[in-house]
Structures are given as structure tokens and as C-alpha cells.
């Protein structure tokens, strides 16, 4: 089975633009959760989605949103980029039993300058 | 609420020196607890969990509930454990793992 792909890899924005990023979970896995991931915060949540709908929601702002596609593919947007914004993008899918633990993707590296 | 605690930022050792990562949780029920681990230039996966019980790479985690712990332990480190790692709380409701900060572990030649 393919893994969890997730594209870009990498991706240079300037403040004040907007970002999308793409993530393909693996073939059957109908969760698709989002973390960012920098330095000094470690992994934090951003939302989950499951069967096109968001399931969980993390603490970040409005400017954060994403969504799923009957697929299962997701994308994430980021509006309004901010410097703080600079981090690792992960995602990560799950197959239907809630107990199992997460399949991550390699991650978008988005810088903001 | 729930949360997990990595206290070490980084921890340093020497080849064949024990290692134990350690990882505090706080939660009210019964926890799903596992370690992840992100080698360099790898994506993060699944070490272990603790319902498995089992060693894997020469690690091993045992559930303390008085405690509230997980640390992670291996006798004797090798080089090629040099990642990142995270503990992760799962519990029933969202089962939307909590992950800690995260550990750097370094083992030296």
C-alpha cells in the first residue's frame, strides 16, 4: 500500500498570501487529521476530518481551514499568512478502527518571508 | 483536560549507555498510550503502544497508572536511535492523540 503523500514538499510564501496544501491518505483510511509541527511547540493539532466532515477542531485561528473530498483526499489552507506560520505541516490518516495509531505523511515545510 | 509531558528536551548519551525517555501524562480514565519516533529525514511512525506489550528496536514502555508514566527504555543505545520521539495520549471520545514536545535523543560513537 502507498503511503500517506503529501504535496508540496516545500513551499517559500510571503506574508499576507494564502497557502493550500494537499495530503492523499492511504487507500481505505477515511480519517485525515492535520498537525503542525515547529520546534519549541512540538505536534499540534490543527482539525480532523472524516467522511468530508470535520470531526475535531485544535486552538487555531479562523485563517487555518481545510477540507475532505469524497475520496478521502484533504486540503488545508492557511489565509492571510504571518511569520509564525513557518513550520512543518504534517498529516496523517487512520483506518476505521479509532484505537489505531496515526500514518503520517512526510510533511509540507512551509517557510513565510 | 488531557496532557502530555516530555520533560527532556534533549537527552545525550554514549553507544551501549541505557537510555530512558520519559513522558508524564495526566488523564482521568484509561489511557491509550504509544511512542512515536521521527528519524532524520524520515516521517514520524509508530514505535510502540502500549496495549502491545512488546519490544520493538530493543525499546520497551510500561504503563504506570499510579505514576501516570510511560517512559521509554532501551539497555543500550545504539547510534542509529538518534531521533526525535513523542509520546502520544489517546483516549476514548475524539481519540485525537495529544502528543508531547517531544525528546531529542543523540547517541554518540
Known amino acids: 500500500k502507498a503511503g500517506v503523500t503529501q504535496t508540496p514538499r516545500y513551499l517559500i510564501k510571503t506574508r499576507g498570501q494564502q497557502v493550500t496544501l494537499s495530503c492523499s491518505p492511504i487507500?481505505?483510511?477515511?480519517?485525515v487529521s492535520w498537525y503542525q509541527q515547529t520546534p519549541g511547540q512540538g505536534l499540534q493539532f490543527l482539525f480532523e476530518?472524516?467522511?468530508?466532515?470535520?470531526?475535531n477542531k485544535g486552538n487555531f485561528p479562523g485563517r487555518f481551514s481545510g477540507r475532505q473530498f469524497s475520496n478521502s483526499r484533504s486540503e488545508m489552507n492557511v489565509s492571510t499568512l504571518e511569520l509564525g506560520d513557518s513550520a512543518l505541516y504534517l498529516c496523517a490518516s487512520r483506518p476505521p478502527d479509532h484505537n489505531s495509531p496515526l500514518h503520517f505523511g512526510n510533511g509540507t515545510r512551509l517557510t513565510v518571508t | 483536560a488531557q496532557r502530555v509531558t516530555q520533560p527532556e528536551k534533549l537527552l545525550s548519551v554514549f553507544k551501549g549507555a541505557p537510555v530512558e525517555l520519559k513522558c508524564n501524562y495526566s488523564?482521568?480514565?484509561?489511557?491509550?498510550l504509544f511512542w512515536y519516533v521521527q528519524y532524520s529525514r524520515q516521517r514520524l511512525q509508530l514505535l510502540l503502544r502500549?496495549?502491545s506489550r512488546e519490544s520493538i528496536k530493543g525499546f520497551t514502555a510500561d504503563l504506570n497508572k499510579g505514576e501516570t508514566s510511560f517512559h521509554l527504555k532501551k539497555p543500550f543505545a545504539q547510534e542509529e536511535d538518534s531521533a526525535m520521539y513523542y509520546c502520544a495520549l489517546q483516549s476514548g471520545g475524539s481519540y485525537i492523540p495529544t502528543f508531547g514536545r517531544g525528546t531529542s535523543l543523540i547517541v554518540h560513537p
Open positions: 502500549h496495549i
Open positions: 487507500s481505505g483510511h477515511r480519517s
Open positions: 488523564y482521568s480514565g484509561s489511557p491509550e
Open positions: 476530518y472524516f467522511s468530508e466532515t470535520q470531526r
